[in-house]
Every structure is written in structure tokens, then in C-alpha cells.
């Protein structure tokens, strides 16, 4: 490991030894080795999604945002080769003490969270002397570049240090924790006595651990979720340790963002919709086949086999809802429906016949529904009565639809009870 400080208006000095020159560098143990090891793209391609907390003070009030974006990014390296790899863009401004600062992480890792190249910046607006650093990481062939700047009014100092690679087995960069992190809360486990490598805030290497802390139910909004606690501790060699503490929802989501000894923390104020194995976000609790609570309920039902296609016309399945329950306590009116007749089937070419021929083929369907179903020449017959009176409109039955296998909607004919309650497909 080797050291360079240019101050601005003079030369670069030569290479110093660093305050950790007498001391053995530090290394990441087998437990922090093996959890790297067994992290897949599968599972990273299953965390990649933008999040937003809110900066609140010890009081509740807002004092700013924080904005972290994993997503699925190209790179291109020093020889022009283009590759896919994890992109991470956290960006955080507010006020602490009436005081402007702000954060901003720019990173690209590997599939094993190794760092590629990143990016980060943090400003503090004293009135009296701004200050601002920034520090720059950069894979080049066998070792690892860091640049750390730092800019206390007009006066601008530079640090570069390199590392061999084969010494930084373990490192886990800013950008890499906050992917890590999301893979923690997922697989709601810490690795045991793990211990990484990382950066302090003078931009040496030290010891980054983690522990876990149990569950936890937190309120957000009207909801209660359950949390995942992690906490993450920078030990630098020099300083007094960081500890953070973060609270991960069932998917990676972070809910909460505690600085241990700072009075403001960083919290969602509306859950998420959270994924599912397999990548899909979770649906809704959906409610039993029983009778609906009120009015406004609503009822999930399953999709409809799909049929197969008639030709090259899209095809068209339907068939009558039966009720779930006994809801002529609830609408009388639906007592007196008619108990529906099974569909006939298309015919060989994919059509529906008309007319006095529909006992065979099918007919047309209620008006307004564009399907073909109840309403035809020949159950006007069987029925007996004109097809437009007012009694033949009011008894239609509901009818089920699914079109080229696309979930059920519940369609009521137009003069259908009022008060029927809406089910959504």
C-alpha cells in the first residue's frame, strides 16, 4: 500500500508510509469470504429497485431526503469492453442543525459486490468555511486507486492511495453495502462473526462488521410491519467507531435508518409493495368466498383456463357467476333471475351462428358487452317474450369474461340491480 498528498499551488510530495505502515494491513476472515462467495445474480437481479426515506429530526420534522437506486447498468472499462453489472446511484440533502449538507454515491460493482468504480461526494455549507470532500474508487488491472479530496474553503487537499487487490479480499465499498444490506434483509440472516474490509472516513482500511438484532414491528403510516435490524459498525483505526442501524423489510426494502448517537434518523413514510419469490410483486390478502362486509367490498377471483385459439381470431370464453353466497338476503331482487344455460361451443371455423340456429351454435350476447351469449333469436323464442321489454332486460345474468386468458371482470347487463355490490376481477 502506498500514499500521495498534493496540496493545491505545490508538487506532489513522494510516496509516505500511511499510520498503518507498522501494523499487519487488515483482512477479511473466512466467514465474510464464504458470504460473498455464495451471492448470485439471480438473487441481486431480485434487489434491484429505487427507495425514498424521509430525514426526520428527533422532533418528527422533515429536514430532508434520501434516495437509494439499485439497478441493472452498463460499464465499460479501461479497454473499451462493455458489461452488465450492478449500478448503484444514493443521494441524500437536507438541513441538520440549520446547517445545508448533502450526500451523493455513484457505483458500479460486480456480481459478487466487488468494486469496479465509484464515486462520492459530501458538503457541509458552513457560512463560515464550506467544506467539501470527495473520494474516487477505481479497479485498474491488479490494485485498487482511492483519491480522496478534501476542500475547506479556497484550500484543497489530495490523497491518493493504492492497495493490491489481492489484499482487499472481502472490501466492501459504500455502494456494495447498500446491495448487501438489501441481501441481508432478503435472506433475514447476518453472517455469523463475519468481518469485511472497509473504508473509515480518512479513507483508510479497516474493519466493517455486522450483527443482527431480532425483529421488530414498526408503525408506518396506518400500517405495522415487521422489520429486520441490522447493524453495521465501521471500526476505523484511528476514530471512534460508526454504528448504523438498519431496518429491512421482508423483500430488502429499507424502512429506517438510524445513526447511533445522532438524534434525527431516516424513515418511509408509506409500505412499499413488496415482491414475492420469484420477482413478482405481492398481491393483495384476498378475501374468502364469503359474503361481503359491505357495499364496497370487493372479491378476487381466479382466472379462467385459457381456451384454445379459433384460427387466427382472438377467442372468447365466458360462463355464468354463480353466486358465492346467499345473497338474495341481501338483494332480493336477484332471486328472481333465471337459472342460466350453458354456452354452446364455437363452431369448427371459429363463428358463432344467429338466429333460430343459436340452439346449435350460440347467438348474440347482451348489448353493450360486445360477446356473444343470452339474448338471441332462438332463446327469445324459448323464452317467450319480446327480447327488448323492460322484464327481459332486468333478469339478464351476470356473465364471467375472460378474453385471450386475461383475468375475470364481472360484467352486469346495464338494468341490473343498482345496489349489487361490485366485484373486481
Given amino acids: 500500500m502506498s500514499s500521495k498528498v498534493q496540496s493545491k499551488g505545490s508538487k506532489a510530495k513522494d510516496h509516505q508510509p500511511s499510520a498503518q505502515a507498522g501494523l499487519p494491513p487488515p483482512e477479511a476472515n473466512a466467514e465474510a469470504i464464504h458470504f460473498l462467495d455464495s451471492l448470485r445474480q439471480e438473487e441481486l437481479l431480485m434487489l434491484l429497485f ?7 429530526s428527533d422532533t418528527g420534522e422533515p429536514q430532508g431526503e434520501l434516495t437509494i437506486d439499485v439497478q441493472r447498468g452498463k460499464y465499460k472499462d479501461e479497454f473499451g469492453i462493455m458489461s452488465y453489472c450492478p449500478f448503484v446511484h444514493a443521494s441524500s440533502r437536507g438541513y441538520v442543525d440549520g446547517v445545508l449538507c448533502g450526500t451523493s454515491l455513484l457505483g458500479y460493482l460486480s456480481w459478487k459486490l466487488e468494486i469496479v468504480e465509484q464515486h462520492n461526494q459530501e458538503f457541509i455549507k458552513f457560512h463560515t468555511l464550506p467544506m ?15 483519491t480522496r479530496t478534501v476542500k475547506e474553503g479556497e484550500e484543497v487537499k489530495t490523497k491518493v492511495i493504492v492497495f493490491p487487490w489481492h489484499s482487499i479480499a472481502g ?8 446491495v448487501l444490506l438489501r441481501v441481508m434483509g432478503w435472506r433475514r440472516t447476518v453472517p455469523s462473526n463475519a468481518r469485511f474490509l472497509a473504508l473509515d472516513t480518512e479513507g483508510k482500511l479497516c474493519y466493517s462488521t455486522y450483527q443482527a438484532l431480532g425483529s421488530q414491528t414498526i408503525q408506518v403510516g396506518r400500517q405495522q410491519v415487521e422489520v429486520f435490524i441490522v447493524e453495521q459498525t ?27 448517537g445522532s438524534p434525527g434518523c431516516c424513515t418511509i413514510t ?4 413488496l415482491r414475492e419469490e420469484g420477482g413478482a410483486p405481492s398481491q393483495p390478502q384476498q378475501l374468502s368466498a364469503a359474503a361481503p362486509g359491505g357495499p364496497r367490498a370487493h372479491l378476487r377471483l381466479p382466472a379462467l383456463p385459457a381456451a384454445a385459439p379459433a384460427g387466427r381470431r382472438g377467442h372468447l370464453r365466458r360462463r355464468v357467476l354463480w353466486p358465492l353466497c346467499d345473497e338474495t338476503r341481501l338483494h332480493p331482487g336477484l332471486a328472481l333471475l333465471q337459472p342460466a344455460q350453458p354456452l354452446p361451443r364455437a363452431g369448427a371455423r371459429g ?14 350476447g347482451p348489448r353493450g358487452l360486445g360477446l356473444d351469449g343470452a339474448g338471441s333469436r332462438g332463446d327469445r323464442a324459448e323464452l317467450g317474450r319480446p327480447r327488448d321489454t323492460p322484464e327481459r332486460r332486468s333478469f339478464r345474468p351476470a356473465v364471467l369474461m375472460t378474453i385471450n386468458g386475461a383475468l375475470p ?7 341490473l340491480l343498482c345496489s349489487a355490490p361490485r366485484v373486481s376481477g
Fill in 132 to 146: 467539501e470532500r470527495k473520494m474516487r474508487l477505481l479497479k485498474q488491472d491488479d490494485q485498487l486507486a482511492v
Fill in 270 to 273: 408509506k409500505v412499499p409493495i
Fill in 171 to 178: 472490501f466492501i465499498s459504500e455502494a456494495a453495502n447498500l
Fill in 234 to 260: 465501521v471500526h476505523s483505526e484511528e476514530g471512534i467507531p460508526m454504528s448504523y442501524q438498519f431496518y429491512l423489510l421482508s423483500d430488502g426494502h429499507l424502512a429506517k435508518r438510524i445513526q447511533v
Fill in 351 to 364: 363463428r358463432r351462428g344467429r338466429g333460430a340456429r343459436g340452439g346449435e351454435q350460440g347467438g348474440r
Fill in 50 to 56: 429505487s427507495e425514498t426515506l424521509v430525514m426526520v
Fill in 409 to 415: 371482470r364481472l360484467a352486469y347487463s346495464r338494468n
